[in-house]
């Protein structure tokens, strides 16, 4: 959740920082009264995908908070040393003890409000064995029309579900880029 | 630059941190010895554009490090209150005074060794007239057989360059996904 100004003393020495703009730099950003050192803040990236079998998707129902019992696709946070690409093999992979095989980049969707931007790859599962981890109380595959489209977790997964229905019935799968507002 | 390792005290409390996997995780966080915050470092992403008059790009001479005196796409870090084409049109106004009308997402690029994701967007430049901000000595057309490729900075510059001047060749713009090893 973005949260601005949580960072109220120095990684480098622990001293106080106080927000400012530095010198050459137009936003403020938490300065070190001790060190100096400048603290930045940016947005972070979730990837995840859409694990398909058939003319069905997985979906899996959380057993954390926020959203805990709603339905998402598997997706976490981007981690350091990962691609997007492998991130979202990773949390499928935690999430759903899926195995699957990606294929392209489809959504990329920018949640400003919580400084968030969401990746969504198209992947093709390998089998229909899932072993959910422990942040997921069931997986469970779904046809379009069994969609329980009012208990959805996110907007993200809501909008990147529309549009995996949209291009499969159109027989084309492009990249959609978008805002949630 | 991806630091590991570099957050040595609490953003909350200011006391020493240790690195250690904490409980319903994976993988090593800075863990406050004090108040217990976990302080999670995850990628940024940096986005830009490709700038475009007729048949030739914008590119920006570089004044800052790293990479003094070399050539880039205008682009920078994505800040918390921004979307990526937020983003994208801000950097190319900061660095290269430049009026854009914004096209498509066109490369999506991670460099994993710095924790990065790069977002490249295609552009069309409103006017010629270029106003170059303190990080750039000068903004320049050039048209693909004046491209410096020696003096380009970046390896994400160089690749979406390059896919900009083979997807104009083939007539259709493409998103293009990749790792930079």
């Known amino acids: 959740m973005f949260e601005p100004r949580r960072i109220k003393h120095c990684r480098a020495c622990g001293n106080p920082t106080t927000y400012r703009v ?7 950003r938490a300065v070190c009264g ?5 603290h930045y803040e940016n947005p972070i990236n979730v990837v995840g995908t859409v694990p398909v079998w058939e003319d ?3 979906l899996c129902r959380r057993n954390i908070e926020p959203r805990r019992g709603f339905w998402t696709l598997p997706a976490g946070f981007l981690e350091l040393g990962e691609s ?3 991130g979202a093999l990773r949390e499928t992979d935690e999430e759903a003890g899926a195995r ?5 980049l489809f959504t990329v969707l920018n949640v400003v409000r919580v400084g968030q931007v969401h990746f969504f790859y198209r992947a093709q599962l390998q089998d229909t064995g899932f072993n959910p981890g422990p942040e997921t ?3 469970q595959l779904f046809r379009e029309d069994e969609i329980p489209w009012e208990e959805i977790a996110f907007r993200t997964v809501r909008d990147t579900l529309r549009h995996y ?3 499969r019935r159109r027989g084309v799968f492009e990249v959609h880029v978008g805002d949630i507002s």
């Open 22 to 28: 530095p010198n050459d730099d137009n936003r403020e």
């Open 34 to 38: 001790g060190c100096g050192e400048i």
């Open 56 to 58: 069905r998707v997985l």
């Open 84 to 86: 997007t690409a492998e």
């Open 100 to 104: 699957i095989e990606l294929q392209g």
């Open 137 to 139: 109380i069931e997986a």
């Open 165 to 167: 229905f949209e291009d």
